[in-house]
């Protein structure tokens, strides 16, 4: 990709025994992207590397042009939100954005319009005078949303901005983070560890699980490559060996196991969708009562696992 | 390097890091230490035979001896480290300055507010003593003179405190044996090794500009002292400043 502003090549870090990132590759081009993986996979260290904060053990990584450790001048094009809580607790909103502004280089009525837009369009005018202590979550992420945009940078870096948010709050921050896209033109690096609120935002992700880069691509892509690896089903009922002669010919099954009572029996197949599409014929045409069947494999750690090999 | 941001960066980091260590909570224990101090003062001076001599005898041992080191161990050897483990630093490390330019942000504000709150400890022991033995003009000279010393010493003692909080996770503990230890106790031996204490010197400047006391005793070339000073002030500096740079924060 010749248009991409983040490049990684066998980037790797690790604290003491702890792998952060291991040999990890991405390229990275405009528009939104988002970084998706469980909890402790590498997001945050891949974030850290990116404003320079760590400094890679081995590997390149390029932001914008420039090698982040020990040259912070390419940070005015870049707004960083991290997913820890760093906001002065005895400092008022306001303050906090007007510090933030002039370590950017702004300040006077500039600086003080820049801060009046950035509350108006985070929601937080009204609270701008409080101390930040006094915040909720939400309204400590809008601020550091708005912390990170103060200096209009043309790149977002936005580490779990959802963290621990409500579900309104959690929907006003994607719209925000949408409308920083399509009508203020920043381009936007998200992480999460949720696939499906990157999903709401972008096409576009990197999957990431132990501290490497699984897959990236399209969502669709990405869903695809999900659907070639074996997914673990259980079943519950009654006349399961009949259901299990009926599957056993099925071009995804890749396997069976009947527990020895006959009460339950666990699939595991390939393409799911198949799966689950030809299910209600096969449980007709075998004559088989189900009280359950569910997918072992619907939590995003089974999914990366897959990816991952292992 | 863009000259202007760096100079509206650092700016903005004296404008809220003065303000934050001046307003903080540990202003009440300043105050406190101003009230003990002009309370021993004031009663020192109803004993008080030769006031001026006596009054200098007084700011010296507690102002300079005592106050000025542990005060920068406490309030420079937190500093950076306090807001690199509640990372509140994010702001400045995420920002476009040069790490050695936000350090001397950093150094400059710690430099400014101690001197502040040691100048009002100070005074407040001096008008306790004076008000009570008679204020006179020189009685201010011993202010004044007093006040350049701490001023001074706030620039070194600042250096090395906020260059331990870099480089130590628990600097207050290893600042606590330098401050009694090295200051306190080899600087008050008689003879050559009292020589390579900063207190030391900081006195043999005093030993020129404060008119009145022990400290006037005090043998030693001022240009040698105000030129070690400098290189010792200079050298940590830099020392904290590239320290700070290749500093990693997880």
Partial sequence: ?310 | MNVDVNIIGVRTMLWSFTRKLLLNKRWIVVLLIAAFLAAVMGYAATLSDDGLYEGSDLMSSLMLTFLLPIMALIYGGSMLRNDMDDRSITTVISSPLDRRVTYLGYYLSLVIALTVMLLIVLFAGWLAFFLIDGMNGEAVGLLLSYSVLLAIGAFVYSSLFLAMGVLIRQPIYLGLIYAFVWEGFIGSVPGAIGDYTIMRQIKVLGAEIVSEGPITGLEGDVMISAAVLVIVTVALFVLGAFAFRDKEMP
């Fill in chain 1, 1 to 310: 990709m010749s248009d991409a502003i983040i490049l990684a090549r066998e980037l790797s870090k690790w604290y003491g025994k702890v792998i952060g990132l291991n040999s990890f590759n991405i390229e990275i081009g405009k528009g939104i992207t988002g970084i998706v993986g469980p909890n402790g996979s590498g997001k945050s260290t891949f974030f850290k590397l990116m404003i320079g904060s760590i400094k890679p053990n081995v590997g390149e990584l390029v932001v914008m042009g420039h090698r982040p450790w020990r040259d912070p001048s390419y940070l005015r094009e870049v707004g960083f939100c991290p997913d820890y809580d760093f906001l002065p607790s005895d400092t008022t909103g306001r303050d906090y954005l007007r510090f933030s502004g002039g370590m950017q280089g702004m300040e006077g009525a500039k600086l003080s319009t820049r801060v009046d837009e950035l509350l108006k369009l985070v929601g937080m005018t009204r609270d701008a005078d409080r101390n930040i202590g006094g915040y909720s979550k939400g309204m400590k992420q809008r601020i550091k949303i708005a912390g990170s945009l103060v200096h209009d940078p043309p790149m977002l870096l936005l580490d779990e901005p959802f963290s621990g948010t409500d579900p309104m709050v959690r929907r006003d921050l994607m719209d925000l983070v949408k409308s920083l896209h399509h009508e203020h033109g920043h381009d936007v690096i998200i992480s999460s560890h949720v696939l499906h609120d990157v999903e709401r935002l972008t096409n576009s992700v990197g999957l990431i699980y132990r501290g490497r880069a699984v897959a990236t691509g399209e969502i669709s892509e990405i869903r695809g490559l999900m659907s070639k690896y074996p997914h673990r089903i259980i079943i519950e009922g009654k006349g399961l060996m009949e259901l299990a002669k009926q599957l056993i010919d099925r071009p995804y099954t890749v396997s069976l196991h009947l527990a020895p009572d006959r009460s339950s029996m666990t699939a595991e197949v390939s393409m799911p969708e198949d799966f689950f599409n030809e299910m209600p014929d096969l449980v007709q045409r075998s004559g088989s009562e189900l009280t359950q069947m569910r997918s072992l494999d619907d939590d995003l750690e089974s999914v990366f696992k897959y990816l991952a090999g292992d």
